[in-house]
């Protein structure tokens, strides 16, 4: 597969309002994305993705016959759109709404209004995700790496697992809690293991000092991907010893890079 532009991308646009639709689809433009499809509900919009290929699904959040949340974890429950890329657009900060969709694995979350850049890094996240490039490092191997993806969603393991496999990583083992991860561990060595703050039976906290104090590989790079915002916590998490924290929704770019820093 040849690298991915942004004047190549093809996005699927669902957004009622068309003053916003409008500016949507002139900032896309002035990027260099060309090829827009725009419709106004998530059911026109799940209809449309699965008559044509789209890179990119962006969104509102309040549809007339759906929410955002909604049309995204539709989306994953289709093996047809299940991997598409979904970037919300919205201004609602309720956890309600927006803990499901970081959990279903998506690009970006923008506010409305957003700045000019932080779409542009959205577009770049998306080009990334799709490119399947390796990490690039020298003193790596990336087919050869044993990777342990540690969450409690199945659609957050799968985004971590895909973005990953475009790095050239093919060894991937995974985990729904911490516990099931202590039990994996007893049996076989990992080089590196991506986990989820946040998780019943054992929460990443709890995995990451049992990795330190009481496994075998205390040593192990453990790079933690959160929707987490209390800085007491993510401080207990530090201490604990976790190798590198970045946010979730999680760009592909930043996660090359802690990668190759923590691995290299």
């Given amino acids: ?44 919009g799940l209809n449309t993705m699965n008559k044509d290929n789209h890179d990119l699904v962006i969104s509102a959040m309040h549809l007339e016959d759906m929410t955002g949340t909604e049309l995204v974890q539709n989306m994953r429950m289709d093996s047809n759109t299940s991997d598409i890329p979904f970037m919300l657009i919205s201004s609602e900060t309720d956890f309600r ?67 990953l496999s475009n790095m050239g990583i093919e060894k991937l083992s995974e985990a729904e809690n911490g516990l099931e991860a202590v039990e994996i561990i007893k049996d076989k060595s990992f080089d590196l293991i991506v986990t989820d703050y946040n998780m019943p039976e054992m929460d990443g906290k709890q995995l ?42 999680f760009e592909p770019g930043t996660v090359k890079e802690l990668l190759v820093q923590m691995l290299a």
């Fill in 1 to 44: 597969m040849e690298k991915i532009t942004l004047d190549q991308l093809s996005v699927l646009l669902v957004e009622p309002s068309s003053t916003q639709r409008r500016i949507i689809i002139n900032h896309l433009n002035g990027f260099g994305v060309m090829s827009i499809d725009s419709v106004t509900t998530g059911t026109d």
């Fill in 97 to 163: 709404y927006l803990e499901p969709i970081r959990q279903a694995g998506v690009i970006a979350l923008l506010p409305k209004p957003y700045e000019i850049d932080q779409l542009k890094r959205a577009l770049f996240s998306t080009v990334h995700y799709l490119d399947p490039s390796s990490l690039n490092a020298n003193e790596i191997c990336p087919e050869k790496l044993e990777v342990l993806v540690v969450d409690d969603s199945f659609t957050a393991r799968k985004h971590i697992k895909r973005v």
């Fill in 208 to 249: 990451v000092e049992h990795i330190r104090n009481n496994s075998t590989q205390k040593t192990i790079p453990v790079l933690m991907v959160s929707s987490e915002s209390d800085d007491n916590r993510l401080a207990a998490v530090q201490q604990a010893g976790v190798s590198a924290i970045c946010d979730k929704p």
